[in-house]
């Protein structure tokens, strides 16, 4: 699968972005989904995940009631609504994909934050908020 994000850029704080992830793969909707992202001299972080068909979404408590991950399955396509931007948002976002198996299902409310779950990984998108 490979996964193409778009959508960043720079914004103000208090404004607003959405990004997009495409997949390549026709089948999406057999892959949750989760939204990373690295500030320079930082490790990449879990922002964001959603399941296979979307009725579950996880967030990192610091985007939690600003940040929206949903997905459309038609169009292979993921998003990561940001609203309230601050300058700490500022990163490379980064979109990933996991195989939904049996053990994904069994596993994913536990695990959907682990970098090391997912199996593809997008090129990232750089989103800069100025204060």
């Known amino acids: 699968v490979q996964l193409q994000a778009s959508g960043g850029g720079l914004v103000q704080t208090g404004d607003s972005l959405k990004l997009s992830c495409v997949a390549s793969?026709?089948?999406?909707?057999?892959?949750?989904s989760g939204w990373f992202r690295q500030a320079p001299g930082k490790e990449r972080e879990f922002v964001a995940a959603?399941?296979?068909?979307?009725?579950?979404?996880y967030y990192a408590d610091s985007v939690k009631g600003r940040f929206n991950t949903s997905r459309d399955n038609a169009a292979n396509t993921v998003y990561l609504e940001m609203n309230i931007l601050k300058p700490e948002d500022t990163a490379i976002y980064y979109c990933?994909?996991?195989?939904?198996?049996?053990?994904?299902?069994?596993?994913?409310?536990?695990?959907?934050?682990?970098?090391?779950?997912?199996?593809?990984w997008g090129q990232g998108t750089q989103v800069t908020v100025s204060s």
């Open positions: 959603i399941s296979w068909k979307g009725s579950n979404t």
């Open positions: 793969e026709r089948t999406f909707n057999a892959y949750a």
């Open positions: 990933a994909a996991r195989v939904w198996s049996l053990h994904t299902y069994r596993e994913f409310s536990r695990t959907y934050y682990s970098r090391e779950k997912y199996d593809y």
